[in-house]
C-alpha cells in the first residue's frame, strides 16, 4: 500500500524554526518527485515546494522563498521541509504528497507558530 | 504566477443530480489539470490527473474535462460520500497553483 506519514509539527515561536518530515512506502520513492502544500485553518490549498527525484531541482512558493528548504535522503525514503523565520501566517496543516500532481496524500501534521 | 479560478465557489444539490463545476487558468496550461476532494479534517484525495485521467481507484461518475485555460470537474449522480471541497491544480509551470475551491453540499 503507498503511504505518507508526516511528523514533525508543533508549537513554535515567531522566528522559530521546525523540521518536517514524511515518511514514504509502498512506491519508488528515489524515482518520483515530491511536494509539500499546506492548508491554513479555514482555508483551502496552497502549494509550498516541490523537490525532484534526486534532490538536484527544488521550488518555492514566493510566500516561503528563502525561509523553507525542501530536502530528501532517499536511503531513508524520507522527505523533509526545513522551516526557518517562522510567522503567524505560517500557521498550517502540512501535507506531503507523491509527485507534482499529488497522486498520493500524507493525513498532514500540524505547525501553529504563535507567542 | 498562474491564477486558478473556480466556479461556483459553493452550490447546494441533492442525491442524484449530476453536477458540474469549473476551473479557469489565467493564463494556457495545456493538460496538467488535476482535481482533489477534500471532506472536513480530512486530507484531499486526488480524483483527476492531466485534465481527464481518472486516479485508480476513483469510481466513473467522476469525470474531467478541458484544455488550455478552461476545465470542468463533472459528477453524475451525486452521492452522499461526494458532499466535500473540490479543488483544481495546475502542475505546468511553477510555482503551482491551486484554486479556491468548490464546496458541495446537500440541498
Known amino acids: 500500500e503507498v503511504q505518507l506519514l508526516e511528523s514533525g509539527g508543533g508549537l513554535v515561536q515567531p522566528g522559530g524554526s521546525l523540521r518536517l518530515s514524511c515518511a514514504a512506502s509502498g512506491f519508488s520513492f528515489s524515482n518520483s518527485g515530491m511536494s509539500w502544500v499546506r492548508q491554513a485553518p479555514g482555508k483551502g490549498l496552497e502549494w509550498v515546494s516541490i523537490?525532484?527525484?534526486?534532490?538536484?531541482?527544488?521550488f518555492y512558493a514566493d510566500s516561503v522563498k528563502g525561509r523553507f528548504t525542501i530536502s530528501r535522503d532517499n536511503s531513508k525514503n524520507t522527505l523533509y521541509l526545513q522551516l526557518n523565520s517562522l510567522r503567524a501566517d505560517d500557521t498550517a496543516v502540512y501535507f506531503c504528497g507523491k509527485g507534482g500532481n499529488m497522486d498520493v496524500w500524507g493525513k498532514g501534521t500540524t505547525v501553529t507558530v504563535s507567542s | 504566477d498562474i491564477q486558478m479560478t473556480q466556479s461556483p465557489s459553493s452550490l447546494s444539490a441533492s442525491v442524484g443530480d449530476r453536477v458540474t463545476m469549473t476551473c479557469r487558468a489565467s493564463?494556457?496550461?495545456?493538460?496538467?489539470l488535476a482535481w482533489f476532494q477534500q471532506k472536513p479534517g480530512k486530507a484531499p484525495k486526488s480524483l483527476i490527473y492531466a485534465a481527464s485521467n481518472l486516479q485508480i481507484g476513483v469510481p466513473s461518475k467522476f469525470s474531467g474535462s478541458g484544455s488550455g485555460t478552461n476545465f470542468t470537474l463533472t459528477i453524475s449522480s451525486l452521492q452522499p460520500e461526494d458532499f466535500a471541497t473540490y479543488y483544481c491544480?495546475?502542475?505546468?509551470?511553477?510555482?503551482?497553483?491551486f484554486g479556491p475551491g468548490t464546496k458541495v453540499d446537500i440541498k
Open positions: 523537490i525532484s527525484s534526486s534532490g538536484g531541482h527544488t
Open positions: 493564463q494556457g496550461i495545456s493538460n496538467f
Open positions: 491544480q495546475q502542475y505546468n509551470s511553477y510555482p503551482f497553483t
